[in-house]
């Protein structure tokens, strides 16, 4: 057993070892939530996009707004609102996304 896993199952206070619930990983907390998403924000799909297609900085609103993406719609976009009010960026990334899926990428 590695004693890193045994450390997480404690503290999230998970029921079995090295299987966690959203709520055991208090990813209900919004405040906890956030705190794990600034902390291991690394997808590698969004990183390849942003370094091919973006120029300039991010803004901090298009920063937030692709936490509201991850959080908000389910992980495959099917319940993306194309007609929302997203920056263009994340609308480019969700189309992005699809093109690769569709193709077989990943």
């Not at 996009?49 to 993406?69: C, G, H, P, Q, R």
Request: glycine share 4%.
């Amino acid at each position: 057993m590695d004693p890193v896993t045994l450390v997480l199952s404690w503290h999230c206070r998970a029921e079995q070892m090295g299987i966690f619930t959203r709520e055991e990983a208090q990813l209900l907390d919004r405040v906890v939530c956030k705190d794990v998403y600034a902390f291991t924000f690394q997808l590698d799909i969004w990183i390849g996009f942003v370094e091919e297609k973006v120029k300039n900085a991010i803004s901090k609103d298009t920063w937030m707004m692709l936490y509201d993406l991850a959080t908000q719609v389910k992980p495959d976009l099917s319940d993306y609102d194309e007609n929302g009010a997203w920056p263009v960026l994340i609308d480019e990334f969700v189309e992005h996304v699809r093109r690769k899926t569709a193709a077989g990428e990943s």
